[in-house]
């Protein structure tokens, strides 16, 4: 029930709107133990297995069709709000900037600022739609993978072949659009410097911007190395252990949001 | 020998649509002739697979057809008929958006066995237009789960809905075949709403941006999926929630267009459409898209964040803010990329991981399938299992030492290698589940993950 809880977890903290588009997992999980406790007497060959089966399968494609039409929405909400945000950046800079036809320095940082916590937040909400996409398909690997454990059925290679290629988890796009993203972040920050920092250290507040989307972040780096840790079925197509070098950082910071943070 | 299995699945045909009342007669005549032309490699697949899948998994599709590396790729590539086994295996790399088919196949598949009229007459009138091979695996889909009788109570439900799109289309089909991609769309926006299969639209709108040289197979696949797609849905009308997958590269122009048209309040969906151009793009993408846009625009310079409850949270943030300084805030932003990146870093890993792995297992599947076949009587599932444990595990070995690298390198020559030597050495065992059996393997992981761990 690791990962269930895990995941349980995952939607609590998710962002608004974002609950209910998960994988239901735990019912999942309840079919299979109902198909397995049926089963034994009447294992392959029978029609009400097989009747079982595309019932489960039934509802698994229920679900991905549930993922792909949040994730695709989400994406061309992404894709406006890149194209929009490049083009403020652009207003901004064309009318308050040193060039620009009504250079204003306070106006001109004013904007900036907001800029700088939009495109930070924008960033970070593609992150977590592809975190979205991951643990719903580490949801499915599980759940079929249990599905053929419990039932004998070799349901879970050539469905996992189907879902790899569902637009849900061809995330190509997102990420480019994030690294598109960092470089422009990169184009609108100041360079960084050592003072900065020392005062961040001091400071009372740390996680005050996006603390939403920030707090999620946190938690989905700490999920995916907990969900990563070895559990009695590893096996050939369990991933391997996340280490995280800054675990602690990250831990401390998700307790305490109002900490001060040890930059490493 | 090709008649035969037209034959049967015609009389299936007739007996599910006589269940339902619905009446086809008009497209039945071009059974025959669809079904015959289109089988010179089925009856292979149908004798080997179907006979033995059926009384195992009926309800099932997908897992019908392990046994032939290339069924499994038709299930969701266009492009893998049996004459194509090589299209199959280059499709997911690349990650072409060209094959969600399948989940269509397999919900409906359970919900109704009532989708041969339609793929048969879509092929009828589908093979002047698109390449054959993609009907052909078309046609497997569907035709295990018609002898399997359970599906009826549903069918009987989604019958009595679809009778008079299955005219429209029948109408459309037999009428004329110039005009069907663009009639297709129109019959998908039609019918396919409550159900939302998503999937199968998105590919003829991405496609004009990206990719030409698949452009034939595109008209066939969406065109494939939607077929199944209707069916499913219970109902039917103007509306359509098809989804469409868009790309910058589709905003762009769909800007471009606005901006001609004078700005977003003014540009009309219509017009849109038609400066737009674009194959396969309907106006209700068109709506959807504008009306996002506007809000998207017209949203006041605050927050671009989502709902409200984030709007709140960000404002409440920024009169925080005025009470620190600039740099604070700056360098808070700063901390708050780094996590991000780094999320976003190590889920980039763990997808391709999860893509590696997948594949090696699915290589290392059909490898053995291939020597199985030369060792009759070994049953391919079971025989295979021991010495792919051994495979995987080095494979997962591997991949445990390079994560510390964050370089998820594996060589697929060594572990094939490796794969070769245990087969020829080893004797074939018929144990459990291949999943479960991993006594022999689990040993192995723990002592490297205590290397990695000190």
């Known amino acids: 029930m690791k990962f269930g809880k895990r995941l349980k977890q995952q939607i609590e903290e998710t962002l608004p709107g974002w609950g209910d588009k ?5 019912d999942l999980k309840k079919l ?12 392959s060959g029978s029609l009400e297995y097989g009747k079982a089966e595309a019932e489960f399968v039934y509802l698994l494609n229920n679900e991905i069709d549930k993922f792909n039409a949040f994730f695709m929405e989400q994406e061309e909400d992404f894709i406006i709000r890149h194209k ?6 652009g207003r901004v800079i064309d009318t308050w900037g040193p060039n620009g036809s009504q250079p204003s320095e306070t106006d001109y940082k004013e904007e900036l600022a907001k800029i700088r916590k939009d495109i ?15 643990i719903n398909y580490t949801g499915l690997a599980k759940i079929l993978k249990k599905y053929d454990k419990r039932t004998g059925g070799l349901l879970r290679s050539p469905y996992i072949q189907k879902v790899l290629q569902q637009p849900f988890f061809t995330t190509d796009l997102i990420s480019k659009l994030v690294k598109e ?18 005062l961040v250290l001091g400071s009372a507040n740390i996680g005050v911007a996006g603390e939403g989307i920030f707090r999620n972040t946190v938690a989905a780096l700490l999920t995916m190395q907990e969900i990563r840790k070895g559990s009695s079925t590893y096996g050939r197509f369990s991933l391997p252990p996340l280490n995280l070098p800054e675990t602690d950082v990250i831990q401390s910071n998700s307790l305490q949001i109002n900490s001060p943070i040890a930059i490493p | 020998m090709e008649a035969r299995p037209a034959v049967s699945v015609q009389s299936v045909v007739a007996s599910q649509l006589s269940n339902c009342g619905a009446s086809l007669s008009s497209s039945l005549p071009m059974y025959p002739t669809s079904l015959g032309e289109k089988y010179p490699k089925f009856p292979d697949l149908q004798q080997a697979s179907t006979e033995k899948e059926l009384k195992q998994y009926p309800g099932t599709v997908v897992s019908s057809l392990p046994s032939s590396s290339g069924a499994v790729g038709l299930m969701f590539s266009s492009s893998s008929g049996f004459s194509a086994d090589l299209h199959f295996s280059s499709v997911p790399p690349q990650e072409k958006h060209s094959g969600p088919a399948p989940f269509n196949s397999q919900s409906t598949n359970s919900e109704t066995s009532i989708q041969l009229p339609h793929s048969g007459v879509l092929q009828s009138t589908a093979s002047s237009q698109y390449l054959i091979e993609n009907n052909e695996p078309w046609c497997i889909d569907p035709l295990p789960n018609f002898l399997d009788p359970f599906p ?8 009595s809905n679809k009778q008079s799109d299955w005219q429209e289309w029948a109408d459309l089909v037999i009428n004329d075949e110039d005009a069907l991609a663009s009639n297709w769309n129109d019959i998908m926006a039609d019918t396919s709403i409550a159900d939302s299969e998503p999937k199968e639209e998105k590919q003829p709108l991405n496609f004009p941006m990206q990719q030409v040289q698949a452009s034939q197979q595109i008209p066939a696949v969406s065109v494939e999926t939607s077929v199944i797609a209707p069916s499913s849905s219970a109902a039917s009308g103007a509306a359509t929630k098809q989804r469409m997958r868009w790309t910058p590269e589709l905003h762009e122009a769909f800007v471009e267009a606005v901006n001609k048209l004078g700005g977003s309040e003014r540009a009309t969906p219509k017009g849109v459409l038609k400066l737009m151009k674009v194959e396969g793009l309907t106006i209700y993408h068109v709506k959807s898209h504008l009306q996002k846009y506007r809000t998207a625009r017209y949203k006041p310079e605050a927050s671009d964040g989502g709902s409200s409850e984030q709007k709140q949270s960000s404002i409440d943030d920024l009169s925080s803010l005025d009470l620190k300084t600039g740099i604070e805030i700056t360098e808070a932003l700063r901390l708050q990329m780094e996590v991000q990146k780094r999320l976003h870093e190590q889920l980039e890993i763990q997808r391709n991981l999860q893509l590696r792995i997948e594949e090696q297992g699915r290589y290392l599947q059909q490898m053995f399938e291939k020597q199985c076949k030369s060792m009759p009587g070994v049953d391919l599932a079971k025989g295979s299992s021991s010495t792919a444990d051994d495979a995987f595990a080095q494979l997962s070995d591997g991949v445990q030492n390079s994560s510390g690298k964050n370089d998820p390198g594996v060589s697929q020559i060594d572990t094939a290698k490796e794969v070769d030597e245990k087969r020829k050495g080893r004797e074939r065992e018929v144990p459990g589940d291949p999943e479960t059996n991993i006594t022999s393997t689990s040993d192995s992981p723990p002592s490297k993950r205590s290397k990695l761990d000190e």
């Open chain 1, 32 to 43: 299979v133990k109902l198909i397995s406790s049926c089963a034994p007497p009447m294992m």
């Open chain 1, 120 to 134: 930070v937040d924008f960033h970070g909400e593609m992150v977590l739609l592809i975190n979205y996409s991951n």
């Open chain 1, 84 to 89: 929009e945000l490049q083009q403020r950046i």
């Open chain 2, 152 to 159: 009826v109570q549903n069918s009987q439900v989604a019958c």
């Open chain 1, 181 to 198: 993203c960092e470089s422009t972040i990169d184009s609108v920050f100041p360079p960084p410097c050592d003072e900065e920092r020392t």
């Open chain 1, 22 to 26: 998960f994988l239901s997992y735990k």
